[in-house]
């Protein structure tokens, strides 16, 4: 029956229209792809016994869609320093491109703010522009979507959909100030090579970008290498933006062009309700027109157990040895604390620094429990702004968004 169920969603997956993407996964091009009867399977994504797989990842990501394709890592995938790139969760607007050649792969930098229109090859930049690696923080801005309530729309994201691995790139700053800004630049916008799920060639899937101030940082790159390798297709390759510590949207993928503007970007979800919050707090399921609605820029603070997986079982007078990680976005996290009757106490616990700015930082803690029986441990962050996590999902927004909560595990000690 699962066999049967796996090959009905497989033929299912073809006639959605994504055959295209498939020549990007096979490294080559689906030569007559368009005349394979509905009912009929390349023995190529037969003999996959995923999407995962087909997309170079960790059997255990959970599909949320696959038009466009989305996956998340469970929390426990997520217990590396260093996020691996098969374990690295993948957020796609529309379809990947399909027959990439990173060797006539070319920005182009244009825009009202710009000096002039230049075209770098990805070459160029690798060659005439100095070098930089950071660990970054990637985190969509609807992580942990399926806890609000009345539910908001969306794929339902749990809590999986961030990551913190080493990007390797040139810095955006360098790229701009090459290129020249003028006095009036305000903000960058970024357009990829990927394709409307329409399938119109003219419809851009999604152009968002970052405040001029966020693009100069240091570490806003655009990145060529994920722990030291090229970026899987998934994740953008050739190039892709990167800005730690803001929602995930802004660091475009297959990034060919980047204007710089003297307004706020008006590309493709950047306006209406797209990964903007309430400017101010509303009752639950309340409409708010899109004029009272704010983008949203540095992601809040935030914590996860990697370490065990929910459901630990242990005998009674045995520790938990327990570890995770916690961000702020554009801030650091100060303060890490542990409770497991609920936040009546909580233990404060030793949270490294970053090994550079918008890494995640880790935490170890040891619980004891004072009897047999059912617990939760549950973490929590605070910033070195004073900001803490809230026990319970916070203010409710139309797209649900922002979601910080604690995290929680539960524990089973026996007799």
């Given at each position: 029956?699962a066999?049967n169920?796996?090959?009905?969603q497989?033929r299912?997956?073809?006639?959605?229209?994504?055959?295209a993407?498939?020549?990007?996964?096979?490294?080559?091009e689906?030569v007559y792809?368009?005349?394979?009867?509905?009912d009929?399977i390349?023995?190529?994504?037969?003999?996959?016994?995923?999407?995962?797989?087909?997309?170079d990842?960790?059997?255990?990501?959970i599909?949320l869609?696959?038009?466009?394709?989305n996956?998340?890592t469970?929390?426990?995938?997520?217990?590396?320093?260093?996020?691996?790139?098969d374990k690295?969760?993948?957020?796609?607007n529309?379809?990947m491109p399909?027959n990439?050649d990173a060797?006539?792969?070319v920005?182009?930098?244009?825009?009202e703010?710009s000096?002039?229109e230049?075209q770098?090859s990805?070459?160029?930049?690798?060659e005439?522009?100095?070098?930089h690696s950071?660990?970054?923080?990637?985190e969509?801005?609807?992580n942990?979507?399926?806890?609000?309530?009345p539910?908001?729309?969306?794929?339902?994201?749990?809590?999986?959909?961030?990551s913190?691995?080493?990007?390797?790139?040139?810095?955006?700053r360098?790229?701009?100030?090459?290129?020249?800004?003028?006095?009036?630049?305000?903000?960058?916008?970024?357009?990829?090579?990927?394709t409307?799920?329409?399938?119109?060639?003219?419809?851009v899937v999604?152009?968002?970008?970052?405040p001029?101030?966020?693009?100069?940082?240091d570490?806003s790159l655009?990145a060529y290498?994920?722990?030291?390798?090229?970026i899987?297709i998934?994740?953008?390759?050739?190039?892709r933006?990167?800005?730690?510590?803001?929602?995930?949207?802004?660091?475009g993928?297959?990034?060919?062009?980047?204007?710089?503007?003297?307004?706020?970007h008006?590309?493709?979800?950047?306006g209406?309700?797209?990964?903007?919050?309430p400017?101010?707090?509303?009752?639950p399921g309340e409409?708010?027109?899109d004029?009272n609605m704010?983008?949203i820029?540095?992601?809040?603070?935030?914590?996860l157990?990697t370490?065990?997986?929910?459901?630990?079982?242990?005998?009674?007078?045995?520790?938990?040895?327990?570890?995770g990680?916690a961000?702020a976005g554009?801030?650091?996290?100060?303060?890490m604390?542990?409770s497991?009757?609920?936040g009546?106490?909580w233990k404060?616990?030793?949270?490294?620094?970053?090994?550079?700015r918008?890494?995640?930082?880790?935490?170890?803690?040891?619980?004891d429990?004072?009897?047999s029986g059912?617990?939760?441990?549950w973490?929590?962050?605070?910033?070195?702004?004073?900001?803490s996590?809230?026990?319970v999902?916070?203010?409710?927004?139309?797209k649900?968004y922002l979601?910080?909560?604690?995290h929680?595990?539960?524990?089973?000690?026996?007799?």
């Amino acid at each position: 029956m699962a066999k049967n169920r796996r090959n009905q969603q497989r033929r299912e997956f073809i006639r959605t229209g994504l055959l295209a993407s498939f020549g990007s996964l096979l490294g080559m091009e689906l030569v007559y792809g368009k005349y394979i009867p509905s009912d009929l399977i390349p023995l190529e994504i037969l003999s996959s016994n995923s999407i995962s797989e087909l997309l170079d990842k960790h059997p255990e990501l959970i599909e949320l869609n696959d038009r466009p394709w989305n996956l998340e890592t469970p929390a426990h995938l997520l217990n590396d320093d260093v996020t691996p790139a098969d374990k690295m969760f993948v957020r796609n607007n529309g379809s990947m491109p399909q027959n990439i050649d990173a060797d006539t792969w070319v920005l182009r930098i244009d825009g009202e703010s710009s000096e002039r229109e230049v075209q770098i090859s990805l070459r160029d930049l690798k060659e005439k522009f100095k070098r930089h690696s950071y660990q970054l923080v990637i985190e969509c801005g609807g992580n942990g979507r399926n806890e609000f309530n009345p539910p908001a729309k969306g794929n339902q994201w749990g809590l999986g959909a961030v990551s913190c691995a080493q990007w390797t790139g040139v810095r955006l700053r360098d790229v701009l100030e090459y290129t020249g800004m003028k006095d009036d630049a305000v903000y960058i916008g970024y357009y990829g090579a990927d394709t409307h799920l329409s399938g119109k060639k003219d419809q851009v899937v999604i152009s968002r970008g970052v405040p001029i101030r966020k693009a100069l940082e240091d570490e806003s790159l655009l990145a060529y290498e994920l722990n030291g390798h090229p970026i899987p297709i998934a994740n953008g390759f050739p190039l892709r933006l990167v800005f730690g510590g803001w929602p995930g949207s802004t660091s475009g993928k297959w990034i060919n062009r980047i204007s710089i503007r003297n307004k706020v970007h008006d590309g493709p979800k950047m306006g209406g309700q797209s990964y903007r919050v309430p400017c101010e707090e509303v009752a639950p399921g309340e409409q708010v027109p899109d004029e009272n609605m704010c983008i949203i820029e540095s992601m809040p603070v935030k914590s996860l157990i990697t370490y065990p997986r929910t459901g630990a079982i242990l005998n009674s007078g045995q520790s938990l040895a327990i570890r995770g990680h916690a961000w702020a976005g554009d801030d650091l996290v100060s303060k890490m604390e542990i409770s497991i009757d609920y936040g009546q106490s909580w233990k404060e616990t030793p949270v490294l620094p970053p090994v550079n700015r918008l890494a995640w930082q880790h935490f170890k803690a040891t619980v004891d429990f004072p009897k047999s029986g059912y617990y939760e441990v549950w973490a929590k962050a605070s910033s070195d702004r004073g900001i803490s996590q809230p026990m319970v999902v916070p203010g409710w927004n139309p797209k649900g968004y922002l979601n910080n909560a604690c995290h929680r595990i539960a524990v089973k000690v026996r007799p």
